[in-house]
């Protein structure tokens, strides 16, 4: 039936076939393998994880890198609510109900569970605190990441380019990013940011629109 389902999503929207086809190979190629391989992280890593969701992202990290800290970003209320209970005796762990980018403020997101999103419209809605990445590195005394996973919902067009025309994609080593591609224009979007990502990262694994993996260049 998903089958199914998906040969009729792309015979009515053919420019979803770059997400298929990518999709595909990801399966065939073990790319969820190759994407979680952490073992090269070093230790007391500083690590981002942008789209908490329940965290299971940042237990595979901590399973694999013990001495990491992991700063979770996830402005859903309640999904921030059950990282918060889950996490409250790991010192290693630090929750930000916020979701960070070009602008510190608030913005509004479609309440749609894990694809809650401030481009997808879901119907239902909530108010989401925002801060400027940059704002957000100062405050806290950050001047290195080693690792980013960005899973945002279509934030990445807006995280991204935040990141690159202020600098600060600099202080970044690893970047894992998921771009969503909603509607075709979205494609253009994601050149001109890997563009930009191009100018100071090598691109070590691609699956457009499934996942990719980017390295700062020595």
Not at 11 to 39: C, H, S
Not at 96 to 106: R, V
Not at 154 to 175: H, K, V
Not at 198 to 211: A, I, M, N, Q, R
Request: proline share 4%; with cysteine.
């Amino acid at each position: 039936m998903a089958s199914l389902k998906r040969w009729l999503d792309r015979r009515r929207n053919p420019w979803k076939g770059v997400f298929f086809d990518a999709y595909k190979a990801w399966r065939k190629e073990g790319g969820q393998a190759r994407l979680t391989d952490y073992g090269d992280l070093p230790e007391a890593a500083v690590v981002f994880d942008v789209g908490g969701f329940r965290g299971e992202w940042t237990d595979t990290v901590l399973a694999q890198c013990p001495t990491a800290h992991v700063h979770v970003f996830e402005p859903h209320p309640g999904f921030a609510e059950t990282l918060r209970q889950k996490f409250q005796s790991d010192s290693r762990v630090s929750i930000h109900e916020l979701a960070i980018g070009s602008t510190t403020g608030t913005m509004e997101l479609s309440d749609a569970g894990d694809a809650s999103s401030a481009v997808a419209d879901h119907g239902k809605s909530f108010t989401a605190h925002t801060q400027n990445v940059g704002e957000f590195l100062s405050e806290q005394g950050i001047d290195r990441i080693d690792l980013m996973k960005v899973n945002i919902e279509g934030g990445e067009y807006d995280l991204l380019p935040a990141l690159i025309d202020t600098g600060a994609i600099q202080a970044l080593d690893r970047l894992q990013v998921q771009f969503h591609l909603f509607e075709p224009g979205m494609q253009p979007l994601r050149d001109t940011i890997r563009q930009g990502l191009e100018k100071s990262h090598t691109c070590d694994l691609c699956y457009p629109f499934v996942w990719e993996e980017w390295r700062r260049r020595t």
